[in-house]
């Protein structure tokens, strides 16, 4: 499992090879000049274009790619343009907000998706089932943004019952934000969990040895939780995985209908300010965070069905027999 984990880490850098390159070469192309954000727009032409010579602009699209990937190894990020402080440190610093964002909104998900996929595969093509498909169709096509000004809308003007802007103070604060921006987030996550759980389940409920506790008296709601939901989680873990995965990287439209002061709000102020640095970071660093959920989701595995590590351990064995497998 060591040398599966190590593995995975090295598949990873081509990976953000790529993204990096693709969002520093989008960026680069993006009308703007860096050195007039950074100076303003009464700066002369001459300590502009001084400028320009500092952050290595006069230089080759390629050659400032090699250059800012060359810090990027030991570990800088750089300087933000807009206010000169370091994209590292704001990075760290936004980002919990984002986590808690997230969770918030994968927490939703599953309370709402996990029940209703079950009670769906368990009365298929009921009225039940029909609505639920019906539900997870409008929260897998509805966007993010719209669902957030509607809930802003009706709970936030009409009814007052909850803030639509910003972070609350306390934990009470705090609660009363989350509401809507979670439940914005978490519904479409929601819709993707009752799918995958209904059709993971519904496999399940057909096995023999369903039937089999059936006959020996075992409750309903035992087999529900022991037998049927136990064996139907690593489909229902892959899809909360690439879930949670994208709601921290995805979550850039909800924080900034509620002024959510996260990584994604931040992305989108810095794209609108062609603060190039600053997305750089950002998008390395949800990438490597999109990228550990998967690793993690892998390590799940094992523990969910100690099959799936019984086989990888047979795997390694035979390679140190020099077997090919």
Known sequence: MGKYIIRRLIMMIPVLLGVTFIVFFIMSLTPGDPAAIILGDQASAEALEM?????????????RYATYMGNLFQGDLGLSYRNQISVASQVWDKFPNTAILAISGILVALIIGIPIGILSAKKQYTVMDNTSMVFSLVGVSMPNFWLGLLLSLLFALKLGWLPSQGMGKGFIGLLRSLVLPALTLGTGAAATVVRMTRSSMLEVIRQDYI?????????EKQITRKHMLKNALIPIVTAVGLQFG????????TETIFSWPGLGRLMVDSITSKDIPMVLGSVIFMAVMF????????ILYAFLDPRIKSQYSKKVVKRRRGVVV
Request: glycine letters at 10%.
């Open 51 to 63: 400028k320009r010579i500092e952050l290595g602009l006069d230089k080759p699209l390629l050659v």
């Open 211 to 219: 039937s089999t506790a059936r006959a020996k008296g075992i409750t």
């Open 246 to 253: 994208l709601l921290l990287g995805g979550a850039m439209l």
């Open 291 to 298: 990228s550990f959920v998967n690793l993690l989701v892998d």
